[in-house]
């Protein structure tokens, strides 16, 4: 039986299957990778939550940063990846998507909000850092653009894409329904991930603790590789082997 056949198999026996996504999803939409060997951190560096907070310098530098993401983000579709997600959901078969990603592309596919953990935050959103009111953020772009300055929102507070940055803490809600999720499922999936970052890769974890079954697909190493609890570790192209996964499991399961 080949590692396709096997995971087609576990989607097909799975209910409630929790799905954690990184940025190797997204590639193929355009999305570059932060992380990698190529990622946007080799290029630039980041600036922090304090920074931002307690910096009008800092502030328009994220700003920048930002308008150069969402140049790209503008563009960017969801692709086969994305759509075999939302596929196994209208099929009944998932809990909850776990996404470290911030390009919104899992909602743009059809995944469902009810559905949906993005623990990053989200790009498609602006939030102010004192009101907490989140608007579009076409418009305030287009003020940083005009006015080369970071921009306020009208209660005073700083205006900021919906993310979580380096230094600013996840939201308390999201992380309490991706454990909750990882309680409940009866399959877990990476993909994707190079499962690295804390504590969003305790997610997986969390759910391993009961003895489900838990696969792993990424083109290189992952900090997960070498646990017991992985059921079944895929080195390649998610884009290709998951997709192709999930058809053959619904085909067979539709008869």
């Avoid at 076409?138 to 209660?155: G, I, L, Q, V």
């Avoid at 005073?156 to 600013?168: M, N, V, Y």
């Amino acid at each position: 039986m080949t590692e396709l056949d096997q995971l087609a198999d576990l989607l097909r026996d799975a209910e409630i299957a929790l799905v954690f996504t990184g940025a190797g999803i997204s590639t193929a939409s355009g999305i570059p990778d932060f992380r990698g060997p190529d990622g946007v951190w080799q290029k630039r560096k980041p600036v922090y939550y304090q920074q931002f907070m307690s910096s009008a310098s800092k502030r328009r530098v994220y700003w920048m940063y930002k308008a150069d993401e969402m140049e790209t983000l503008a563009t960017a579709e969801p692709n086969a990846v994305h759509r075999a997600i939302a596929d196994l959901e209208q099929a009944g078969k998932v809990e909850m998507v776990v996404t470290q990603n911030i390009d919104g592309l899992h909602s743009m596919a059809g995944t469902t909000a009810e559905r949906l953990v993005e623990l990053h935050g989200t790009n498609r959103e602006v939030e102010c850092q004192t009101c907490e009111e989140r608007t579009a953020p076409e418009r305030h772009f287009e003020r940083f653009e005009r006015t080369d300055e970071a921009p306020d929102c009208h209660c005073g507070g700083f205006l900021k894409p919906a993310t979580i940055s380096f230094g600013q803490n996840l939201r308390e809600i999201d992380m309490k329904r991706a454990y909750e999720a990882a309680d409940r499922c009866d399959l877990v999936l990476a993909l994707g991930s190079t499962l690295s970052v804390n504590p969003a890769a305790s997610v997986p974890l969390i759910a391993t603790l009961r003895g489900i079954p838990y696969v792993i697909i990424n083109r290189g190493e992952t900090a997960h590789d070498r646990l017991t609890a992985v059921t079944l570790r895929i080195e390649g192209d998610v884009g290709e082997l998951f997709p192709a996964a999930v058809e053959r499991a619904l085909g067979e399961g539709t008869g």
